[in-house]
């Protein structure tokens, strides 16, 4: 598979979980790969290289404006160009893994709302505000920004629900704003409750692991223009508008 070849990507919060995962499938469809944590993600770099693919690591804050200015640039002076952003770094429940339950509303320190929007929601708009000015300059891109959500029921998921509610009407309005310079914007889902290398044992042993995801970021960074603005999912190896 060599859908993407050529193709400079830009995977945030890709040091470890769904993002080490996602950053495999895109080396896998021949891009090269920009990996980025806030701990260093050359283990996963490494990772790559060893599949022939051409990689970067950058670890940076993408809560941090100065951070990610400096992470893009440093993308744009190895390869010259961006043509994938993948937002995929998160502060994430993992209430399915059996971990605890994050405070209600009333409990909760607004330092710890802050962390969640912070990275979640701030995270995107810093590190798509950054790659934009490139991306516009080649009149081209895509802006991978991943969905996820929680019922009401699930007590705790209140600040993570509502960051990616918000990140889904950003990628409305940005798929409007960047529709002249040719530059797409969707949302994605990993397609299932993922249970990744950090999650304890039991919750591997009965959830899905990353390979569910199958390379849906990979299909979702060829998204052409009409499919801009929606939250995408895949049936039988085809992108879809979800109807949720």
């Known amino acids: 598979m060599v859908a993407l070849a050529g193709k400079v990507v830009l995977v945030t919060g890709s040091g470890k979980g769904i993002g080490r995962y996602i950053a495999h499938t895109f080396a896998e469809a021949g891009a090269k790969v920009c990996v980025n944590d806030i701990e260093s993600p050359q283990a996963v770099a490494r990772e790559l290289a060893e599949k022939g693919a051409e990689s970067l690591a950058i670890q940076a804050d993408v809560r941090e404006e100065v951070q990610v200015r400096a992470m893009i640039d440093r ?30 509303m009333k409990e909760m320190d607004k330092a710890f709302w802050d962390k ?7 995270g995107t708009f810093l590190c798509t505000k950054y790659a934009l000015a490139h991306m516009e300059a080649q009149r081209s891109g895509h802006i991978v920004n991943t969905m996820g959500g929680s019922s009401p029921e699930s007590i705790g998921s209140c600040a993570y629900a509502v960051s990616k509610i918000a990140i889904r009407a950003m990628t409305e309005f940005l798929a409007h704003e960047e529709r002249d310079f040719n530059i797409v914007a969707v949302l994605m889902r990993p397609g299932a409750q993922i249970a990744t290398e950090e999650a304890p044992e039991e919750a591997r042993a009965r959830m899905a692991g990353p390979d569910f995801i199958g390379n849906r970021y990979v299909l979702a960074a060829e998204a052409p223009m009409e499919l801009s603005g929606n939250l995408l999912e895949v049936q039988d190896g085809k992108l879809v508008v979800s109807a949720r």
């Open 116 to 122: 969640v929007w912070d990275t979640n929601l701030d």
């Open 75 to 104: 993308v744009i002076s190895r390869f010259g160009r961006i043509d994938v952003l993948v937002n995929n770094a998160a502060v994430v429940t993992h209430f399915q893994w059996g971990l605890p339950h994050w405070p209600r």
